[in-house]
T-cell receptor, first 109, second 114 residues
Framework: DAKTTQPPSMDCAEGRAANLPCNHS???????VYWYRQIHSQGPQYIIH???NNETNEMASLIITEDRKSSTLILPHATLRDTAVYYC??????????FGAGTILRVKS | DGGITQSPKYLFRKEGQNVTLSCEQN?????MYWYRQDPGQGLRLIYY???????QKGDIAEGYSVSREKKESFPLTVTSAQKNPTAFYLC?????????????FGEGSRLTVL
């Protein structure tokens, strides 16, 4: 599976949109982009995944560029409870999920 | 409620002792996984099981053992052969391993070797 690159940390003001970037320049055609998050000392939580179209659910939106080499996870109105480590993972169906170091998102009041 | 239950939440062990971490799920999922997490790092896969009575080694299986005798249970034994066992251990499950693979995680077990 392709490797991903994320910034180590980001800050966001409460109530504003949090935009978390992820680079996956070596992604291949049958690999999906997944996002999970992990609040301190808890198990990771699935957020969203997509192949090439933009996706939205009750938690977030996933924007994938047309060439699929990068993506952005958008939390539309960040709250203090969104402070967590966010993992971007590229995976082909049937392969294991491989977690990198992720991005620490700090939402500040 | 459906979910994954890990126990114990905290565990202390003396060097040279084996310890078994419990993981139970009532989601009727076929696939189950064990991950290890060290401070400030991502998760690393220890073992996974796609079906009852079958399991495969992950990336860091040395010093660990598992069993999958029942669909709902996937216990992990940390043996004395594991050189640095102090870590946060996470169990997860998914409907199957071939599809979208949304993983559901337990709350974790924190093991400290004294």
């Amino acid at each position: 599976d392709a490797k991903t690159t994320q910034p180590p940390s980001m800050d966001c003001a409460e109530g504003r949109a949090a935009n978390l970037p992820c680079n996956h320049s070596t992604i291949s055609g049958n690999e999906y982009v997944y996002w999970y998050r992990q609040i301190h000392s808890q198990g990771p939580q699935y957020i969203i995944h997509g192949l090439k179209n933009n996706e939205t659910n009750e938690m977030a939106s996933l924007i994938i560029t047309e060439d699929r080499k990068s993506s952005t996870l958008i939390l539309p109105h960040a709250t203090l409870r969104d402070t967590a480590v966010y993992y971007c993972i590229v995976r082909r169906y049937g392969n294991k999920l491989v977690f990198g170091a992720g991005t620490i998102l700090r939402v500040k009041s | 409620d459906g979910g994954i239950t890990q126990s114990p939440k905290y565990l202390f062990r003396k060097e040279g002792q084996n310890v078994t971490l419990s993981c139970e799920q009532n989601l009727n999922h076929d696939a189950m996984y064990w991950y290890r997490q060290d401070p400030g790092q991502g998760l690393r896969l220890i073992y996974y099981s796609q079906i009852v009575n079958d399991f495969q080694k992950g990336d860091i299986a040395e010093g660990y053992s598992v069993s999958r005798e029942k669909k709902e249970s996937f216990p992990l034994t940390v043996t004395s052969a594991q050189k640095n066992p102090t870590a946060f251990y996470l169990c997860a499950s998914s409907i199957d391993s071939a599809g979208p693979g949304e993983l559901f995680f337990g709350e974790g077990s924190r093991l400290t070797v004294l």
